[in-house]
């Protein structure tokens, strides 16, 4: 339970240090939180799974308030809480990181995102997708764009109407099991008629937070005008419990019509890769093209979602780690360029790599990593899916690999209208040494997740096996 109270607390605290310490305060905070992650993961067999609250009995309205974790749950808390330090880290020398309130709306996230990858009971899940939604809101809204009212509601009403969704369907689902247990949802038959209604529910809060084509309207708005450390925390992190959501709790508990899900998914994921990519082709604003580029590396790891078998799911796991880390990286550059330049567009940009050759290497190697190169850990994972994806349907298979050259494509244009060509500015301070850990770590990372993927294979294979044979099981 300390991944739950310690975030609440030091988000408390958070509102009592001086602003000159609370960035230190912060980053030490998130550590921490880190250290009793990787404690977890020391103690952890794979092959189980660790209830952190198990009580013996049902609670009024069907409530269990069962809470642990598998290795899937575990990794996801692996992931949330190294990209926070990051997070914090890449804002370390900005006015944001002495403002306790951004501080204090960073831990109460974390403390709905832990909470949300320790359910195992249905009502605790949507409890803390909720809770989530709050500290983003007001990150947004603080520290955003002026005159930014429009997209944040546009977001508050995709997000919030797909949550209401998804508790419909836990509704059905709880009524139908006696309590809202991970068991005894998972046990619950289902006819046709009533999973698809809850096939939907779940898919329209989990498509919407991904996002999926078409359900990805308030995505670029959103993140071209939040704050770098908003833009990050809804790309890195908060889109990657949608995508637990769909391994956990969306197909297993759907199970009854799972090749509906699994078409329906695959075809918007599909759609999204190319959609995504060609528009990120076309755009002038490098944030914008970062929120397309994201939107089609997203339709990847949900089409390996899709598939849902074994191999297909390891691919997807390592696809989102990889797609957090770049998230990170790709919008600090972003940020890097907006700061010193104070333009988002590619057509103000040029030369900067001649003025600052560290942060054109470092911008050099996000590209490579984005566009899966050997030796990284996208390599790894675009290979895993679409190899399962051409065995799930070679038209799908085909379509998917189109990323292959659209990423290099739009990624490669935006690195070298910045970079390359005769400056348009006189100056351009290079890395500071807080942004050059950031990417120091995001590639160290990258690097060891490319050449040393069958530990993390080794680590989920037993989760992911259960996870599938969950769903054989079932007519």
């Known amino acids: 339970m300390e991944l739950i109270y310690i975030p609440l607390i030091l988000g408390l605290i958070s509102f009592l240090v001086p602003s000159s310490i609370v960035r230190h305060f912060g980053l030490l905070g998130s550590l921490a939180i880190l250290g ?11 092959a189980t799974t660790h209830y952190v609250l198990n009580p013996s009995k049902v609670f009024p309205l069907g ?36 403002d306790r309130v951004f501080h204090a709306l960073s ?77 005894a949802l998972l046990a619950v038959e289902l006819s046709p008629q009533i999973g698809i209604l809850v096939m939907i529910g779940f ?28 833009t990050m925390l809804l790309s890195a992190i908060m889109l990657k419990m949608a995508l637990f959501g769909m391994i956990k709790w969306m197909i297993p508990l759907c199970a009854e019509v799972k090749e509906l899900a699994a078409w329906t998914i695959m075809i918007l994921s599909v759609i999204g890769i190319v959609y995504g990519a060609i528009i990120a082709i076309r755009q002038n604003d490098i944030k914008v093209l970062f929120a397309y580029a994201s939107l089609s590396h997203l339709g990847i790891i949900t089409a390996g979602i899709a598939v849902f078998n074994d191999e297909a799911l390891f691919g997807a796991c390592i696809q989102m780690l990889n797609h957090s880390l770049l998230s990170v990286g790709m919008f600090l550059v972003a940020d890097i360029l907006e700061q010193r330049l104070k333009s988002k567009n590619l057509s ?36 895993v899916i679409l190899y399962e994806v051409f065995n799930f349907d070679i038209a799908m298979g085909i379509l998917s690999a189109t990323t292959l050259v659209f990423g290099a494509v739009f990624m490669i244009r ?17 890395l500071t040494i807080n942004e050059l850990a950031v990417f120091l770590l995001l590639g160290a990372m990258i690097l060891f997740l490319g050449v040393f993927p069958q530990l993390l294979k080794d680590f989920m294979e037993p989760c992911l096996n259960n ?9």
């Open 203 to 230: 898919l329209l809060a989990f498509a919407v937070k991904i996002p999926l084509f078409p359900f990805h309207s308030w995505q670029p708005s959103t993140y071209t005008s939040s704050p770098m450390a908003g």
């Open 36 to 46: 009793v992650v990787i404690a977890h993961v020391a103690a952890f067999d794979p």
């Open 414 to 430: 935006a690195f070298q209208l910045s970079m390359f060509g005769f400056p348009k500015i006189e100056s351009f301070k290079d």
């Open 467 to 475: 996870i599938v044979n969950s769903i054989a099981s079932k007519p």
């Open 107 to 183: 831990f109460f996230m974390l403390f709905g995102l832990n909470g949300i990858f320790l359910s195992l009971d249905g009502m605790l899940f949507y409890v803390f997708w909720e809770l989530t939604l709050v500290p983003i809101l007001l990150i947004l809204y603080f520290y955003g764009e002026k005159n930014n009212n429009p997209v944040l509601f546009r977001f508050f009403i995709f997000t919030f109407a797909g949550s209401l969704a998804m508790l419909m369907s836990f509704f059905a689902l709880g009524r139908l099991a006696g309590n809202f247990s991970y068991e």
């Open 348 to 383: 103000d940009m040029g030369g900067v790599a001649k003025l600052a050759p560290i942060f054109g290497f470092w911008f050099a190697v996000i590209t490579l990593a984005s566009v899966s190169v050997p030796f990284s850990a996208g390599f790894i994972g675009e290979f």
């Open 63 to 98: 409530l269990t308030f069962k809470m642990g974790y598998d290795a899937l749950g575990l990794l996801m808390l692996i992931l949330t809480n190294v990209t926070l330090p990051l997070i914090l880290l890449s804002n370390y020398n900005r006015a944001l990181s002495q």
